[in-house]
């Protein structure tokens, strides 16, 4: 849930759409770890080898939820865990449900009669599909990264090319010396990440005008 929002914003908003990504590019796009893009790649990709985790995202049947009931709640009476079933499924006996939010939900509730009442309440895992996307809130964006006090920085800055800074300093070239000490020519800039002609040769005649002034 919380990827959703990345991957939707770059145009993925149903698994049709990025069904066809690789673990490696599932990754990169949703910014997630190693172990979550492999769990999402094999979802969407149906790994035969993973039936245990395919199997937590199939809509259970009728018979199926009333087992879950009864695996929760060993003590519930036959008819307690129809009711629940009932209210979890349509007239064909299908839930809107997973296999997963359902266990969930019952491993949350602490007694099997706020797990029979509690469904489609606010803050409950098993919002119907209205309710949830009304409560879909976007994560808060993390706070900008703080601009850096190298001097290298303030120059780019000034010449409007603060975005290659960080590729200076990570080659420790950070002040006025040591960019005047560098060998720094079109190969050299474009090596640091200066790919576009006319900001390379921006550069270069920057260098020049701090020589002249040194």
């Known amino acids: 849930e919380s990827y959703a929002f990345s991957l939707e914003d770059q145009g993925f908003t149903h698994w049709a759409e990025w069904k066809h990504l690789s673990k490696d590019e599932i990754k990169e796009k949703g910014g997630m770890s190693d172990m979550e893009a492999t769990l999402c790649h094999s979802v969407l990709t149906g790994n035969a080898e993973r039936p245990d985790l395919l199997r937590k995202f199939l809509h259970p049947e009728f018979e199926d939820i009333s087992e879950l009931f009864c695996l929760r709640f060993p003590d519930a009476q036959a008819r307690e865990a129809r009711d629940f079933a009932i209210r979890l499924t349509d007239e064909l006996?299908?839930?809107?449900?997973?296999f997963f939010q359902i266990q969930q939900y019952l491993k949350e509730a602490p007694t099997l009669r706020q797990a029979r009442d509690g469904i489609h309440k606010h803050g409950s895992r098993l919002l119907r599909l209205v309710d949830a996307e009304a409560a879909r809130q976007r994560p808060p964006q993390p706070p900008p990264p703080e601009e850096s006090k190298?001097?290298?920085h303030g120059w780019l800055k000034e010449l409007g090319l603060e975005e290659h800074s960080?590729?200076?300093?990570?080659?420790?070239?950070?002040?006025?010396?040591?960019?005047?000490?560098?060998?720094?020519?079109?190969?050299?800039?474009?090596?640091?990440?200066?790919?576009?002609?006319?900001?390379?040769?921006?550069?270069?005649?920057?260098?020049?005008?701090?020589?002249?002034?040194?």
């Open 166 to 214: 960080q590729c200076f300093i990570e080659q420790a070239l950070t002040s006025e010396e040591d960019v005047l000490e560098a060998p720094l020519d079109h190969e050299a800039l474009a090596k640091l990440g200066v790919q576009k002609l006319g900001q390379r040769c921006k550069i270069l005649k920057a260098v020049c005008a701090l020589k002249a002034n040194a």
């Open 150 to 152: 190298e001097w290298v």
């Open 93 to 98: 006996g299908t839930a809107d449900f997973s």
